[in-house]
């Protein structure tokens, strides 16, 4: 199958987890947040982020990454679709199972509950979790070495970097009821053991 129908099938999965990160975002994005934990490498992290979101469409619109092309067999970048798939349905759920506690920097909202419901039953970070599942849905389906991996090492970068630090902000706001929290959810897979 040629690779012009995976740039297609990515595009149309870009365009629809984009529409479900603006609505999940839309009603939230200009409320006040108390705390604001954000870092400067945590913005450049965020901008680089941002960057490897959108260097896929350069990918798919042109023939500028060409030459770093690689070839995987056709089931593999179809299950990379299906992990795409999966990942703006993560999205979705995070997104409506946060509500207005969603903030885009690292921060706390004025009445900021501590939601471990819904999807947070299951994953203490399922956000993180869907952007790395796209992250590693990416060098799948669109099989460049650059515009491929982009997004994935930007990801583990930041994972590296805002995990812990929001952990902690969390600890900070939340106390013990938090921590029982952590004691019981696994960060990026529900557990499998109870």
Request: glycine share 6%.
């Amino acid at each position: 199958m040629g690779n012009s129908i995976f740039k297609l099938v990515y595009f149309i999965e870009l365009i629809l987890i984009s529409v479900v990160r603006g609505i999940g975002t839309s009603k939230y994005r200009k409320l006040t947040t108390e705390v604001d934990r954000t870092t400067v490498p945590d913005q450049i992290l965020l901008g680089l982020n941002g960057i490897a979101m959108i260097l896929p469409l350069f990918y798919i619109f042109s023939s500028w990454f060409d030459f770093a092309d690689f070839t995987l067999p056709d089931w593999l970048r179809w299950i990379g679709v299906v992990l795409f798939a999966g990942a703006a349905i993560l999205l979705w759920k995070t997104h409506r199972d946060l509500g207005r506690n969603w903030t885009p920097t690292l921060g706390i909202r004025d009445e900021h509950t501590l939601v471990t419901e819904g999807i947070f039953k299951s994953i203490r970070h399922p956000m993180y979790a869907a952007h790395l599942l796209w992250a590693l849905a990416q060098p799948l389906i669109l099989t460049n070495w650059i515009v491929g991996f982009s997004f994935l090492v930007t990801q583990i970068l930041q994972y590296l970097l805002r995990i812990k630090a929001e952990e902690q902000m969390m600890l900070d706001q939340f106390g013990d009821q938090y921590q029982q929290y952590m004691n019981t959810t696994d960060r990026f897979l529900p557990r499998l053991r109870k």
